[in-house]
């Protein structure tokens, strides 16, 4: 379903209406609103068809969106410098279309570039040591990323333990990195030098490095309140002797979109929850926080029902369309036979994304191999190279279940994970029927898919499931 094609939902539509022309709020200075349903049920769809449906310019908002299917596709943006630098580069107003997003949002950049200039000079100091091991050096900065998403001291997560960091990411150098960080001088707390002694901006860049190894979250959320503070309403009395903005004419508040928060998580949680929102509940002006999540939003992180209840409205859950819906989506790109209808109603099993692809499949004459191409890639953009490893072996099973998972897997603990992936993803498993499996209509397409692109594969997952204990 696209924003030109939109259908049903009225009740999401007014609320989401009301929550963005100030109608409904939770009162203070913070709202939380969180749109739920799997990948394909219609969220950004939903979100859009209403921010294109009502006039906002009454209400002076500073939009500032991260989509993690598009910004956390990467192992480069799952860093949470790289994810609040695509935050505060996407600020968009009237107001500010005649200055680059940096202009306006200086703190912030100041607390990049000294978490930039940390990790350099740990990797350069590591380089001195270990000057031909690049595996060492490249772990080295993944854990430095990994460390500062924590907000705690960075040699908090030394000795490398699953409660802090995943140590299967660095079976191969785990005991080179717990040797060598809590040796590295760039890490360590600075004392005050000569410079700094004499100069107060030596001084305030050592303490913000300081700061940062302590905490790095909590250094970017401050930094990020200082900018909007300063451009909403006026400069905090914390930030007093610092080169600030005087207030922007024309933004008085800001909207801050989250899509496809599950794939932001990693990088972005403990930022989020525990310190940019907690900091903008007291802050000088006004927030609403939209979050496009596949599960329910609570079930993300504990920090939503124990410190940020009293901010969450009432969370909107997608759910499949009507009959009624889907016949007026099916309408909407000009098919009207009923026996196609039937056949929509039937192959989709009622879902908005797999319409669309229902209507490219008719338009294109069938399933020819471009066609497939096109479904599988669709099909598949919400998911990491993982979960996509993990439909390929479903595909072929008719009960999904952890003993038929292990038995295509080979690994136990993998078909815990590939089953707990399975179970919450609608936009894969049937809706109905006694046991879990993948939505024929899916099924069907993507197997024809890897038959055409990689048959051997295709006969392998075949034969495998054959065998397969379920």
């Avoid at 009454?58 to 969106?65: E, G, H, N």
């Avoid at 990790?119 to 772990?139: C, I, M, T």
């Avoid at 050592?206 to 959320?221: D, G, T």
Wanted: proline share 3%; charged share 30%; aromatic share 8%.
């Amino acid at each position: 379903m696209t924003v030109s094609h939109f259908v049903g939902r009225q009740d999401a539509v007014n609320h989401l209406a009301d929550l963005l022309t100030g109608f409904k709020r939770s009162g203070g200075q913070l709202t939380v609103q969180s749109i739920e349903g799997p990948g394909g049920i219609g969220k950004t769809c939903l979100f859009n068809h209403v921010l294109e449906s009502i006039d906002l310019s009454d209400r002076k908002y500073l939009t500032l969106k991260i989509d993690g299917n598009v910004d956390g596709s990467s192992t480069s943006a799952q860093s949470i410098v790289r994810a609040v630098s695509r935050l505060v580069d996407s600020a968009e107003a009237d107001a500010i279309r005649d200055k680059p997003a940096g202009y306006y949002f200086q703190q912030v950049g100041r607390a990049i570039k000294a978490i930039e200039m940390i990790r350099s000079l740990a990797v350069a100091e590591f380089q001195k040591k270990h000057p031909d091991n690049e595996n060492g050096r490249a772990a080295l900065v993944r854990f430095l990323d990994l460390a500062f998403e924590l907000g705690k001291r960075l040699n908090d997560a030394i000795p490398i333990t699953k409660k802090h960091i995943n140590g299967r990411e660095f079976e191969k150098s785990k005991h080179l990195l717990e040797e060598i960080v809590p040796t590295l001088a760039s890490l360590q707390e600075e004392g005050a030098n000569f410079w700094e002694r004499r100069f107060a901006k030596f001084s305030e860049s050592r303490a913000l490095r300081n700061s940062i190894k302590e905490n790095a979250c909590k250094v970017l959320a401050s930094a990020l309140i200082s900018d909007l503070s300063a451009i909403l309403k006026r400069y905090r009395a914390a930030d007093r002797g610092r080169a600030m903005h005087r207030k922007v004419p024309g933004i008085d508040r800001l909207l801050l979109i989250f899509d496809d928060y599950e794939k932001l998580q990693e990088s972005l949680d403990e930022f989020l929850v525990g310190h940019l929102l907690p900091a903008l509940r007291s802050a000088n002006f006004e927030s609403t926080v939209i979050l496009l999540v596949r599960d329910q939003l609570e079930a993300t992180h504990p920090a939503w029902d124990q410190h940020l209840k009293p901010n969450l409205l009432k969370h909107i859950a997608l759910e499949n369309l009507t009959r009624v819906e889907m016949d007026e989506l099916v309408e909407a790109f000009g098919i009207s036979s009923v026996v196609e209808k039937d056949r929509a109603w039937r192959d989709t099993a009622d879902y908005p994304f797999y319409v669309q692809l229902w209507i490219e499949e008719v338009e294109s004459g069938g399933r020819g191999a471009v066609m497939l191409k096109r479904f599988y890639e669709r099909t598949t953009r919400w998911m990491s190279d993982r979960e996509r490893r993990w439909l390929e072996h479903t595909l072929f099973l008719d009960t999904v279940n952890i003993r038929s998972l292990r038995s295509m897997l080979g690994s136990e603990s993998e078909a815990h994970d590939a089953f707990r992936w399975f179970e919450h993803n609608g936009s894969v498993r049937a809706t109905s029927g006694p046991s879990f499996r993948v939505r024929e209509y899916l099924r069907s397409r993507l197997i024809d898919y890897l038959r055409a692109s990689d048959p051997d594969r295709c006969e392998e997952l075949e034969a495998r499931s054959r065998t397969a204990i379920t």
